[in-house]
């Protein structure tokens, strides 16, 4: 089982930035490629960003891209979104996800979530 744990979540106004984390525990190493997706409210659940376990590989959603980045230190388990000029759309809970292989469909270990909102 590998467990994940989200933080960095908040409410922020339009334009500025935050930084979501996410620590992996459990029979995880750093082979494991992670993720984040997000639901935001009235909508399924969806793919934001997802990144290999050396790192050497990320994958963004098109919405996303060139405002979001997706980091992990291998060292700390951890796993980072680094969002920039948000705006109020991208308001959701966003999920850290697990899987042993990069996949942006269904990752097979999730977190609980962490809400974001951005107000205007």
């Known amino acids: 089982q590998v467990y994940l744990v989200e933080s960095g979540g908040g409410l922020v106004q339009a334009g500025a930035s935050l930084r979501l984390s996410c620590e992996a525990s459990g029979r995880t190493d750093s082979s494991y490629a992670m993720g984040w997706f997000r639901r935001a409210p009235g909508k399924e659940r969806g793919f934001v960003a997802v990144?290999?376990?050396?790192?050497?590989?990320?994958y963004y959603a098109d919405s996303v891209k060139g405002r979001f980045t997706i980091t992990r230190d291998n060292a700390k388990n951890t796993v980072y979104l680094q969002m920039n000029t948000l705006r109020p759309e991208v308001t959701a809970v966003y999920y850290c996800?697990?899987?042993?292989?990069?996949?942006?469909?269904?990752?097979?270990?999730w977190g609980q979530g962490t809400q974001v909102t951005v107000s205007s």
């Open positions: 990144i290999s376990g050396s790192g050497g590989s990320t």
């Open positions: 996800t697990a899987d042993r292989v990069v996949v942006i469909t269904a990752p097979e270990y």
